[in-house]
């Protein structure tokens, strides 16, 4: 079992900047790929990033590449998002999700159906 917590939402003008946590407890966060999806109201939720187990890979929703990166610490058995060059559009819910998955597929990374294990969301907006 994992649990996952997400942290450091928050409001923030366009062009800002804001780093999301996800903090993992359970198995180590060394075992499980990781992704950041989001939701805002009335839409449904989508990929936003995701990390491989080993860290090796990352990968990134077109809307969000160049301007966000995935990380996460293994020995802190924490994930990260980072945002840069914040636009209104980006304003979301936005959910840490992980999987026991070793493989590199964006098929399964980049699903919300790719995940067992999901945080429960922090808000982060962006004023324009």
């Known amino acids: 079992q994992v649990q996952l917590v997400e942290s450091g939402g928050g409001l923030v003008q366009a062009g800002g900047s804001l780093r999301v946590s996800c903090a993992a407890s359970g198995r180590t966060s060394g075992s499980y790929a990781m992704g950041w999806f989001r939701q805002a109201p009335g839409q449904e939720r989508e990929f936003v990033a995701a990390i491989t187990r080993s860290g090796g890979s990352t990968f990134y929703a077109d809307s969000v590449q160049g301007r966000f990166t995935i990380s996460k610490n293994n020995a802190k058995n924490t994930g990260y998002l980072q945002m840069n060059s914040l636009k209104p559009e980006d304003t979301a819910v936005y959910y840490c999700?992980?999987?026991?998955?070793?493989?590199?597929?964006?098929?399964?990374?980049?699903?919300?159906?790719?995940?067992?294990?999901w945080g429960q969301g922090t808000q982060v907006t962006v004023s324009s």
């Open positions: 999700a992980a999987v026991f998955y070793a493989g590199t597929s964006i098929m399964v990374l980049g699903k919300v159906a790719g995940y067992a294990y």
